[in-house]
């Protein structure tokens, strides 16, 4: 498995809540994110890349938990399979249970096919058109939506905003990593739904990697099952990208 994926969405989620104020652990290669104000999201409180610097020990997976309980949320951890295989069985030792499982996908940066929308995506310095929408969509309030305001005038990040006219309708953002861009911090607003927002910014994002000489792009999204829906997959799938696996998301409870 190319741990390169796992370490660039942990760049990108260490980077965002660094520059945010917000707690963040760096600890046995993995980055561990607090965000107090939704303190039972697991997407948010989480650990990422754990075991791909070496096993985490118990002193590491102790330290973890107590960084977690401290500010009071609970927390996921991403079980990457390029870590060591009995980190699933040791932390479930420890409690946690199976979440929902994500799918991990990566592309190559070939001129991705044309989206068939009528919004006009552009690349923005200012966040003002951005923030707002990210945090709707991942049910923040509205209050710290400033968390993703500032993203656009960050090192590394690279931020779009689909408008219908003068109507911000979907935004999306890339982190760049270690010769990778990381696609994520993306959202439609429901009214715009259903006029291709992602694929058109999904598109955006992949041309931008390619002018800046990156070798490939990744992102991610819940494991499709007949219980959920899949839109959001299908689109991921319709851009080009590949299966790369399924990343269990194990959650103290």
Known sequence: MDAGLELAEAAAYGALFE??????????????????????????????????????????LDEIESFFA???TRYAVAVSPSAPPDLGRRLRERGFADGYAWMKFRRGVDEPQTAGTALRVVQVSDGTDFGPIVSAAFGLPAAVAGMFEHLPELAGWHCFVAYDGDSPAGVAAMFAHEGIGWLGAAGTVEQHRGKGAQTALLAARIRRARELGLDAVTTETGERTADRPSASYRNILRAGFAEAYVRPNLVLP
Do not use: K, Y
């Not at 652990?25 to 070496?54: Q, S």
């Open 19 to 60: 520059s945010a104020g917000l707690p963040v652990l760096r600890i046995g290669g993995a980055v561990c994110t607090v965000a107090r104000f939704v303190p039972d999201n697991p997407m948010l409180n989480r650990v990422t890349g754990l075991g791909l610097d070496g096993p985490a020990d118990d002193g590491e």
């Open 70 to 72: 401290a500010h009071g």
